[in-house]
């Protein structure tokens, strides 16, 4: 019975948490809410970060995948501990970095904010691949996140047969995100 309430109280720190992070992600790009930087103070880096801790995100997946199938829950835990752990640290610099910095637009050479009809007719159907992709990564995780804190919930209380039945569904849509958010990286990157 302790589990069930332990689950309950978790399950609401999931939705404000989640809650916390819409709503940031969605003040982050209104200009009524950037944030000046001190003088000499760059966080260009940080979109390779982002891309850097998706990727490792991702490893740290297919790794717990990889030793639950051999039923070793320990190192499964761990693993799953540190994508998670890589997930939140995305989820910090990447917001901390559009608080801060103007948005980067694929195609947009020069760097001014807009994609003239010359800059589009360069890069052509390439824009639209890239996105398709970019919201499909964003729609997929913004719908994920708190399933996947669900899913961790459900192991952390003990429920394991509720934790695998989620993971069945959670586990692959978090691995296209955590791979599909290095692609738009490395499709954007001719741009920053």
Same mark, same amino acid.
Request: hydrophobic content about 55%.
């Given at each position: ?135 499909? &990564?964003?729609?997929? *995780?913004?719908?994920? !996140? #708190?399933?996947? =804190? /669900?899913?961790? +919930? ?8 509720? &934790?695998?039945?989620? *993971?069945?569904?959670? !586990? #692959?849509?978090? =691995? /296209?995100?955590? +791979? ?13």
């Amino acid at each position: 019975m302790a589990n069930l309430e332990l689950e309950k109280k978790l399950n609401r720190v999931a939705f404000f948490v989640t809650a916390l992070v819409l709503l940031l992600v969605g003040a982050m790009r209104r200009p009524q809410f950037k944030i000046t930087l001190p003088e000499g103070v760059d966080l260009s880096f940080l979109p390779a970060f982002h891309s850097s801790m998706n990727i490792l995100t991702a490893i740290a997946l297919i790794i717990a995948l990889w030793f639950i199938k051999k039923q070793n829950m320990k190192m499964h835990r761990n693993f799953i501990y540190a994508a998670l752990g890589f997930s939140a640290l995305f989820l910090l610099s990447y917001v901390a970095y559009h608080f801060t910095s103007s948005e980067v637009l694929y195609g947009d050479a020069n760097g001014d904010g807009v994609v003239d009809a010359a800059e589009l007719a360069i890069v052509g159907s390439m824009r639209t691949v890239y996105l398709i992709i970019l919201a499909t &990564h964003i729609i997929t *995780a913004a719908v994920i !996140f #708190p399933f996947i =804190l /669900f899913t961790f +919930i459900r192991a952390f209380t003990g429920q394991y047969d509720r &934790h695998k039945k989620m *993971a069945r569904w959670v !586990f #692959p849509v978090w =691995l /296209f995100v955590a +791979i599909s958010g290095p692609v738009c990286f490395f499709m954007l990157k001719p741009y920053y």
